[in-house]
């Protein structure tokens, strides 16, 4: 079973920059659909939301319009690493943040990048603290 760990979160004012890495251990993320997921934990019951999707592939990426032009989600093949560069963070931004993947799909990752239901593998979240 894939494990996934995320790391990077912290405490950053409006306006900040955080970046958060996605790692396997054991795990290639070649030809993987890799996103990164957020739930706001003042809500109760909110599901998690997907707000950046690549496709190691042929790195094809996909933002929600919440993050587009802020946020980046990138690969690092070497490092087999997944990125998220959060810039220009928002109070609205705070969240845990998790990493999911999964394998072989390009058609879903190109027409479903954010149904969290189609990601096989999850980590267990890093905490983001956006604060004015």
């Known amino acids: 079973q894939v494990q996934l760990l995320e790391t990077g979160g912290g405490s950053v004012q409006t306006g900040g920059s955080l970046k958060l890495s996605c790692v396997a251990p054991g795990h290639t993320f070649n030809s993987n659909c890799m996103a990164w997921f957020r739930r706001d934990s003042d809500v109760p019951g909110m599901s998690r939301q997907g707000?950046?999707?690549?496709?190691?592939?042929?790195?094809?990426?996909y933002y929600d319009d919440s993050v587009k032009g802020r946020f980046s989600i990138t690969y690092d093949n070497a490092k087999n690493t997944v990125y998220l560069d959060m810039n220009k963070q928002k109070v609205t931004d705070s969240a845990m943040y998790y990493c999911a993947g999964m394998k072989n799909e390009a058609g879903l990752c190109r027409n479903y990048p954010f149904r969290s239901s189609s990601y096989e593998y999850w980590g267990q979240g890093t905490l983001v603290a956006v604060s004015s």
């Open positions: 707000i950046a999707t690549i496709y190691t592939g042929d790195s094809s990426t």
